[in-house]
């Protein structure tokens, strides 16, 4: 059953924690993204990886990092210097980055909230 | 970075009315996707739209792509409980690298 994971569903972190999102793939896609939800905001896009052992940072990269060492595996750390990182938090995919020709399959998504 | 406006923000319709959701750009786009939400849910694919004026279907629902390709619309015909959710536009960047997502539209179905 191919797919994206997003894990978990629900995090909860008291302010001054970092916290990692989980994102794992199957579906042999090159590329990974990550965005951020915000209410009447769309999605905004945070960091984003064309291969493995490379990304690029998206337009909202402060207070976040992120690692691609495999392929199939995209974590995204929040880091205590997010401001405001109470979000919903989602993960996708694509076959290829670099032509936009391909549709991104997205993950369920995380939803963090900090107090 | 590039901006994708889309509008209405929300709509209410009657179950059986239609609905239309537009997307503008100031520069031309390569192509233009269009995606659906559940609420509660991940977006998800619809469509993608490349040609210039180009006109696509899905049952009740129609995409097209304008001529100066810097705007599309979604449209779906005599709406069902089924169609709630937020739809939104993505358009690539000019590398490709990256879509940019409208801000979508909220659509609710009054039975």
């Known amino acids: 059953d191919g797919g994206i994971t997003q894990s978990p569903k629900y995090l909860f972190r008291k302010e001054g924690q970092n916290v990692t999102l989980s994102c794992e793939q199957n579906l042999n896609h090159d590329a990974m993204y990550w965005y951020r939800q915000d209410p009447g905001q769309g999605l905004r896009l945070i960091y984003y990886?064309?291969?493995?052992?490379?990304?690029q940072k998206g337009d909202i990269a402060e207070g976040y990092s992120v690692s691609r060492e495999k392929k199939e595996s995209f974590p995204l750390t929040v880091t205590s210097a997010q401001k405001n990182p109470t979000a919903f938090y989602l993960c996708?995919?694509?076959?290829?980055?670099?032509?936009?020709?391909?549709?991104?399959?997205f993950g369920p998504g995380t939803r963090l909230t900090v107090t | 970075g590039q901006q994708v406006m889309q509008i209405p923000q929300y709509q209410h319709v009657q179950e059986g009315e239609d609905f239309t959701t537009y997307c503008n750009s100031s520069?031309?786009?390569?192509?233009i996707q269009w995606y659906k939400q559940r609420p509660g849910g991940h977006p998800v694919f619809l469509i993608q739209l490349v040609k210039s004026g180009e006109v696509k279907k899905q049952k009740r629902l129609t995409f097209q792509f304008g001529e100066a390709k810097k705007n599309s619309s979604l449209h779906i015909t005599a709406t069902q409980t089924t169609d709630v959710g937020t739809y939104f536009c993505?358009?690539?960047?000019?590398?490709?690298?990256?879509?940019?997502f409208g801000t979508g539209t909220s659509l609710t179905v009054i039975p």
């Open positions: 993505a358009a690539p960047s000019s590398t490709g690298n990256q879509f940019y």
């Open positions: 990886s064309q291969i493995v052992n490379d990304f």
């Open positions: 996708a995919s694509s076959i290829d980055a670099g032509r936009g020709s391909y549709e991104q399959y």
């Open positions: 520069t031309t786009l390569s192509n």
